[in-house]
């Protein structure tokens, strides 16, 4: 039975990602979210009194720093704990840390908003991340969140390890 769900499962990838239907599993074209993103992004920051605090990189990231911390900074090669909660443009949220004491990742090992987010935080610093979908799980739909999503991260840095 678990042979297969997974060949079912790999079949259902890649026919679902291409763009003819699963003819031609070559022709695996994810959408470009950028420019909807954008938009989403800079409409969250004006609504919610933002846009004088955001920083913009030339990525598409955006990220709002509210203490910049004290502490040792994060590398791309760095372990680090982190308290966050991850949601959407419309408040859903996603994902969060279970404690305070945050949760443990290797840099390395997340999505590239992260990896270059996080090092812009030293130990004990705190702020927002607005990741644009090309940054994060593009156009995957990941659990409950949509393809071509924007992430926003309420990020606390607890501790790195370089």
């Known amino acids: 039975m678990k042979k297969l769900l997974a060949v079912l499962f790999t079949i259902t990838l890649f026919t679902s990602c291409s763009i003819d239907g699963g003819k031609n599993p070559e022709t ?3 959408k ?19 846009t004088a605090k955001a920083q913009a990189t030339g990525t598409g990231l955006y990220f709002i720093i509210n203490e910049q911390g004290t502490g040792k900074q994060a590398s791309a090669s760095s372990t680090v ?5 991850g949601y959407l443009t419309t408040g859903t949220v996603f994902d969060q840390s279970t404690t305070s004491d945050g949760s ?9 908003g992260w990896r270059e987010g996080i090092p812009y935080f030293k ?3 705190s702020g927002v991340l607005l990741i644009p979908a090309h940054l994060g799980y593009g156009s995957t739909k990941v659990g ?13 840095v607890i501790s790195v390890t370089n």
């Open 28 to 30: 695996i074209v994810p």
């Open 32 to 50: 470009d979210y950028s420019a909807e993103n954008e938009t989403q992004i800079t409409e969250y920051l004006a609504k919610n009194n933002l």
């Open 81 to 85: 704990t982190i308290a966050y909660k």
């Open 104 to 112: 443990t990742f290797q840099l390395s090992r997340l999505i590239e």
């Open 123 to 125: 130990e004990g610093g």
């Open 144 to 156: 409950d969140i949509p393809p071509g999503s924007v992430l926003i991260f309420d990020i606390k």
